[in-house]
C-alpha cells in the first residue's frame, strides 16, 4: 500500500515539473515574440513619426521659399502611407489592448487622409490655406497618436526610449494641433 502510494506521489509529482517545464518554456517563447514584435514595429512607428514632422512643416513653399511657377502653394512634401507592419511578428504575444491600437492606427490614417481630400476640394486657391492646415492639423494628431504608440511599446517592452527625441516631436506636433485648434476656435466664435 505504502509503495502504491508513493509511485501516485512520483506520477503527481513528474507531471507537475513538466508542466512547470512546459508552462515556463512557453511564457519564455512568447515574452521573446513580445519583445521582437516591439522591436520591429517601435522602428517603423519611429519612422512615420519623423515623416509626419515633414507634413506638418510643409507649408507648401518650395525650399527655396518660392511658389509653384503658376503662383500657387503646392505640397513639397508627400504624406506617408500608413505604417506597414511585419508578416513575421506574433500579435498575440503582446496585450490585446495595446494590439488594438497598433492595428487599428491604418484606419485613423484613412480617415485623415480622407479629411484632407475633403478639405482640399474646398480649398481656396492660390494659397490654398484650408488644404495645408487640414493637412497639418491631421498629420500632427497622427505623428501625436504614432509617438504614443511607440513610446508604450517601448516602455513595456523594455526598450531604450529617446527622451530628447520623443520630446521635441510632442512639442512640434502639440504646437500645431493647438494653434490650429485654437485658430479654429476663435475663427467658429467670430461667427457667430
Not at 514595429?41 to 518650395?62: F, M, P, Q, T
Request: net charge negative; with cysteine; glycine share 6%.
Amino acid at each position: 500500500m505504502t509503495e502504491a502510494i508513493f509511485g501516485l506521489i512520483g506520477v503527481i509529482v513528474g507531471s507537475t515539473i513538466s508542466w512547470l517545464q512546459n508552462s515556463l518554456s512557453e511564457k519564455a517563447s512568447i515574452g521573446r515574440h513580445a519583445k521582437y514584435l516591439a522591436v520591429r514595429v517601435a522602428w517603423i512607428l519611429n519612422k512615420y513619426v519623423i515623416e509626419c514632422s515633414y507634413v506638418v512643416n510643409d507649408d507648401g513653399y518650395n525650399e527655396y521659399g518660392q511658389r509653384s511657377s503658376d503662383g500657387t502653394l503646392e505640397p513639397q512634401v508627400k504624406v506617408p502611407n500608413s505604417p506597414q507592419y511585419p508578416e513575421d511578428v506574433d500579435w498575440r504575444s503582446i496585450d490585446s489592448n495595446l494590439m488594438y491600437e497598433l492595428l487599428s492606427f491604418a484606419s485613423k490614417v484613412s480617415v485623415a487622409d480622407n479629411h484632407i481630400a475633403g478639405t482640399h476640394l474646398d480649398a481656396s486657391p492660390p494659397d490654398y490655406e484650408e488644404y495645408f492646415e487640414e493637412r497639418q492639423y491631421q498629420y500632427a494628431c497622427l505623428g501625436l497618436k504614432a509617438l504614443s504608440l511607440e513610446q508604450q511599446l517601448r516602455k513595456a517592452y523594455g526598450l531604450p526610449i529617446e527622451e530628447a527625441e520623443a520630446s521635441t516631436y510632442s512639442s512640434l506636433f502639440l504646437k500645431i494641433k493647438n494653434d490650429i485648434e485654437s485658430r479654429r476656435k476663435h475663427c467658429e466664435q467670430n461667427s457667430l
